[in-house]
């Protein structure tokens, strides 16, 4: 659905900015924001002075941490950029802003190419179905090889993705662009910080490649509009309107994908890419169709992009501002919403008032006085809002699909310094909980320590320091040590019959299960479990029938070897009875949690550990070395490829308990020359051997 090109949503364009680490995002940002005139000097990532990167670590580490919101001008089309981090440790920050955004731009370096991260992003993109622009950066720096980058895309990203423009000369030599749509050659004047643009002829030595490079580009849209096939088969010439049409039908399909090259810290390339966004990534009007499930009967139901629709939005993040409090995201996908006015949380059913709405600008804010269907803006002071939540009217009864977001793998002991910051670190650790999704906080229940649980050392490392600057709270922190789950490995049937008085009143409930292990691939989407009732309502009376499955999912929460939480289960209700007098919920619940404990006992339990996918660059000299250490470490080797001419790139899965210190190892083994990426994969059963090591340890610790 194209809609009214006339409309303002036609004019709307939500875009992400995604990459590996150091692939240029930052940058790429921070001069958009300066060509569109929100900016009126550049900041730069290695200066600490970034717009987007507003964070105190964020500008110490020179790494994006928080993905930043801003909204600039282009033509006459309204820009909402998110500019996403690109290190695994913050993969919540990324999947939570493709969940929201129409388009995105994948920022590939021109000299590294294809990394490890940049594949997580791009199927993260996949997931949600998100039209994507390829912009190929650092094209000025020495090793940049634009046909290379774009044959390892072809190769292990997709083959749908076509230069639309191609650079004229490359490393110091690199001076502009040709692009195949125009065939003009594009400078970009230094004196003006690359301001200004002067329009040329192709130079003659180009003209062959270019010509050949357009011939390439119109056969692969051709499919995409029948008049251009006609003209491109008649060798007529194509009208650069319709060429500019065929690209956009094909990139809004996710059936072609333009790339773009340029280097953005020499200030070339960017109009193009501005110019690219407009023209070819969709509007709010042009992604169609928002689909979601009524609450109760999980009815699929969808909606129109109306701004006179019924209001419909979904939370995607939260964040505790020092100035404003508590501020919730939210991307608007139906009707308006006024300041002043309520919106029911479909999610927990509770009605609350809006009384500030706020357009973000990274950390700056303007007041809103209201968010039309496309945007995205936040709301203050809602307290009762969580990521993932939907938001409505209360006229349209929907939820909107949550995020997927992965488990934590790694856990670290925390303790206050002092009694005053005792009492402030709950309080802190609740808020930081609130805002990242991948950040958990519990109790252990043997040592009473608190463990707070994340993606990777780094991302505790930035949970401390900001206990520290934002909240004014010193703490101990103990090594890290990995989080690890349990499943069992038969089947197994298990029964309770729970007779009591309990305040005078008879309780009775009488279960039984049969537990059977499952394999990852035979749960549903996202599901840890799976919980199957097969009673009438004459056994067990359906009002009994949620309590149960609640509390046997529950159960589930505290295995039997170290009291952590049980996966890749399957629960079946095979059997139970029930008094009309003296069964309660209450008693059904006690029932099921007792039996699930017991039938988990029975069941062979074992220990799964995180397997992490961990990628190695190294010099061909080391790569021996180091496939001998990973294999050291229980390590299988996935892939081992050609990276350029004189290194190769090495994937393994190995399990993280093996992986602390790795940094230090590598050094090592390389002379500091390879470099790796960490990224959590799956879990895994533990060998025998590793669990019997483990328990001792767990037991030993607390005799």
């Given at each position: 659905?194209?809609?009214?090109?006339?409309?303002?949503?036609?004019?709307?364009?939500?875009?992400?900015?995604?990459?590996?680490?150091?692939?240029?995002?930052?940058?790429?940002?921070?001069?958009?924001?300066?060509?569109?005139?929100?900016?009126?000097?550049?900041?730069?990532?290695?200066?600490?002075?970034?717009?987007?990167?507003?964070?105190?670590?964020?500008?110490?580490?020179?790494?994006?941490?928080?993905?930043?919101?801003?909204?600039?001008?282009?033509?006459?089309?309204?820009?909402?950029?998110?500019?996403?981090?690109?290190?695994?440790?913050?993969?919540?920050?990324?999947?939570?802003?493709?969940?929201?955004?129409?388009g995105?731009?994948?920022?590939?370096?021109?000299?590294?190419?294809?990394?490890?991260?940049?594949?997580?992003?791009?199927?993260?993109?996949?997931?949600?179905?998100?039209?994507?622009?390829?912009?190929?950066n650092?094209?000025?720096?020495?090793?940049?090889?634009y046909?290379?980058?774009?044959?390892?895309?072809?190769?292990?990203?997709?083959?749908?993705?076509?230069?639309?423009?191609?650079?004229?000369g490359?490393?110091?030599?690199?001076?502009?662009?040709?692009?195949?749509?125009?065939?003009?050659?594009?400078?970009?004047?230094?004196?003006?910080?690359?301001?200004?643009?002067k329009?040329?002829?192709?130079?003659?030595?180009?003209?062959?490649?270019?010509?050949?490079?357009?011939?390439s580009?119109?056969?692969?849209?051709?499919?995409?509009?029948?008049?251009?096939?006609?003209?491109?088969?008649?060798?007529k010439?194509?009208?650069?309107?319709?060429?500019?049409?065929a690209?956009?039908?094909?990139?809004?399909?996710?059936r072609?994908?333009?790339?773009?090259?340029?280097?953005?810290?020499?200030?070339?390339?960017?109009?193009?890419?501005?110019?690219?966004?407009c023209?070819?990534?969709?509007?709010?009007?042009?992604?169609?169709?928002?689909?979601?499930?009524?609450?109760?009967?999980?009815?699929?139901?969808?909606?129109?992009?109306?701004?006179?629709?019924?209001?419909?939005?979904?939370?995607?993040?939260?964040?505790?501002?020092?100035?404003?409090?508590?501020?919730?995201?939210?991307?608007?996908?139906?009707?308006?919403?006024?300041?002043g006015?309520?919106?029911?949380?479909?999610?927990?059913?509770?009605?609350?008032?809006?009384?500030?709405?706020?357009?973000?600008?990274?950390?700056?804010?303007?007041?809103?006085?209201?968010?039309?269907?496309?945007?995205?803006?936040?709301?203050?002071?809602?307290?009762?809002?969580?990521?993932?939540?939907?938001?409505?009217?209360?006229?349209?009864?929907?939820?909107?699909?949550?995020?997927?977001?992965?488990?934590?793998?790694?856990?670290?002991?925390?303790?206050?310094?002092?009694?005053?910051?005792?009492?402030?670190?709950?309080?802190?650790?609740?808020?930081?909980?609130?805002?990242?999704p991948?950040?958990?906080?519990?109790?252990?229940?043997?040592?009473?320590?608190?463990?707070?649980?994340?993606?990777?050392?780094?991302?505790?490392?930035?949970?401390?320091?900001?206990l520290?600057?934002?909240?004014?709270?010193?703490?101990?922190?103990?090594?890290?040590?990995?989080?690890y789950?349990?499943?069992?490995?038969?089947?197994?049937?298990?029964?309770?019959?729970?007779?009591?008085?309990?305040?005078?009143?008879?309780?009775?409930?009488?279960?039984?299960?049969?537990?059977?292990?499952?394999?990852?691939?035979?749960?549903?989407?996202?599901?840890?479990?799976?919980?199957?009732?097969?009673?009438?309502?004459?056994?067990?009376?359906?009002?009994?029938?949620?309590?149960?499955?609640?509390?046997?999912?529950?159960?589930?929460?505290?295995?039997?070897?170290?009291?952590?939480?049980?996966?890749?289960?399957?629960?079946?209700?095979?059997?139970?009875?029930?008094?009309?007098v003296?069964?309660?919920?209450?008693?059904?619940?006690?029932?099921?949690?007792?039996?699930?404990?017991?039938?988990?006992?029975?069941?062979?339990?074992?220990?799964?550990?995180?397997?992490?996918?961990?990628?190695?660059?190294?010099?061909?000299?080391?790569?021996?070395?180091?496939?001998?250490?990973?294999?050291?470490?229980?390590?299988?080797?996935?892939?081992?490829?050609?990276?350029?001419?004189?290194?190769?790139?090495?994937?393994?899965?190995?399990?993280?308990?093996?992986?602390?210190?790795?940094?230090?190892?590598?050094?090592?083994?390389?002379?500091?020359?390879?470099?790796?990426?960490?990224?959590?994969?799956?879990?895994?059963?533990?060998?025998?051997?590793?669990?019997?090591?483990?328990?001792?340890?767990?037991?030993?610790?607390?005799?």
């Amino acid at each position: 659905m194209n809609g009214d090109a006339d409309s303002p949503l036609s004019k709307i364009r939500n875009i992400g900015i995604m990459a590996h680490i150091d692939a240029g995002k930052t940058t790429t940002t921070e001069r958009i924001l300066f060509y569109t005139g929100f900016l009126h000097r550049m900041g730069e990532v290695h200066d600490g002075n970034a717009f987007t990167d507003w964070m105190e670590q964020e500008r110490e580490r020179g790494i994006t941490i928080t993905s930043a919101t801003v909204t600039c001008m282009w033509k006459d089309k309204q820009i909402n950029i998110i500019d996403t981090p690109g290190h695994v440790d913050f993969t919540a920050e990324v999947e939570r802003s493709l969940r929201v955004l129409d388009g995105a731009i994948a920022v590939f370096c021109a000299v590294s190419g294809v990394e490890p991260q940049s594949e997580t992003v791009w199927h993260q993109a996949d997931r949600y179905k998100v039209p994507l622009l390829v912009y190929i950066n650092k094209m000025d720096r020495i090793g940049a090889d634009y046909e290379r980058v774009v044959q390892m895309i072809h190769e292990r990203l997709t083959p749908f993705a076509h230069p639309i423009n191609i650079p004229i000369g490359k490393e110091d030599n690199f001076e502009g662009v040709i692009d195949l749509i125009s065939m003009q050659a594009w400078g970009f004047d230094p004196l003006t910080c690359g301001y200004d643009v002067k329009l040329s002829p192709i130079p003659d030595n180009m003209l062959e490649t270019a010509t050949y490079m357009r011939e390439s580009l119109l056969e692969a849209v051709s499919e995409f509009s029948d008049e251009l096939m006609m003209l491109f088969l008649e060798g007529k010439e194509v009208p650069e309107s319709l060429l500019r049409e065929a690209i956009r039908k094909g990139t809004i399909a996710n059936r072609f994908i333009p790339v773009l090259c340029g280097s953005s810290l020499k200030n070339k390339g960017l109009q193009l890419l501005l110019d690219a966004v407009c023209d070819f990534l969709p509007s709010p009007l042009d992604i169609g169709l928002t689909h979601g499930f009524t609450p109760i009967e999980h009815d699929s139901i969808s909606i129109d992009a109306d701004p006179h629709g019924p209001f419909v939005a979904l939370a995607f993040k939260v964040q505790i501002d020092k100035y404003v409090g508590r501020l919730v995201y939210i991307r608007v996908y139906s009707g308006t919403l006024k300041k002043g006015g309520t919106v029911l949380n479909q999610t927990n059913g509770k009605r609350e008032r809006v009384s500030r709405m706020l357009q973000m600008m990274s950390n700056r804010k303007n007041d809103l006085d209201n968010l039309h269907a496309g945007d995205i803006g936040a709301v203050v002071g809602s307290k009762l809002l969580m990521t993932g939540d939907t938001l409505t009217d209360g006229n349209i009864d929907i939820l909107l699909s949550k995020m997927h977001f992965p488990d934590s793998v790694i856990s670290e002991a925390i303790e206050p310094k002092t009694k005053a910051d005792q009492e402030n670190l709950g309080i802190a650790l609740g808020r930081l909980e609130e805002e990242d999704p991948t950040f958990k906080v519990h109790i252990d229940k043997d040592s009473g320590q608190t463990l707070i649980s994340g993606m990777g050392e780094l991302h505790l490392d930035i949970i401390v320091d900001r206990l520290r600057r934002e909240f004014g709270v010193c703490v101990n922190v103990g090594n890290p040590h990995v989080s690890y789950k349990e499943t069992i490995t038969r089947e197994a049937v298990c029964g309770e019959t729970f007779v009591r008085d309990l305040n005078g009143k008879g309780n009775y409930a009488s279960v039984q299960f049969r537990l059977s292990p499952l394999a990852q691939k035979d749960l549903p989407d996202e599901e840890k479990n799976l919980f199957i009732n097969h009673l009438n309502e004459f056994t067990i009376p359906t009002e009994y029938w949620k309590a149960i499955e609640e509390a046997a999912i529950n159960a589930l929460n505290d295995g039997p070897l170290i009291s952590g939480n049980v996966e890749r289960v399957k629960i079946e209700l095979i059997d139970g009875d029930y008094n009309p007098v003296d069964s309660t919920e209450l008693a059904f619940r006690i029932a099921t949690g007792i039996a699930v404990g017991k039938g988990l006992r029975t069941a062979s339990p074992v220990l799964m550990e995180p397997i992490m996918l961990l990628t190695v660059l190294s010099p061909d000299d080391f790569v021996g070395d180091i496939i001998s250490d990973i294999n050291s470490k229980r390590g299988k080797i996935d892939v081992m490829r050609r990276h350029n001419d004189y290194q190769q790139e090495i994937v393994a899965e190995v399990p993280l308990s093996e992986l602390f210190g790795y940094s230090t190892r590598i050094r090592s083994i390389s002379q500091g020359r390879a470099v790796y990426t960490l990224e959590f994969k799956k879990y895994e059963i533990c060998p025998s051997n590793i669990q019997n090591a483990i328990l001792k340890r767990i037991r030993g610790y607390f005799e």
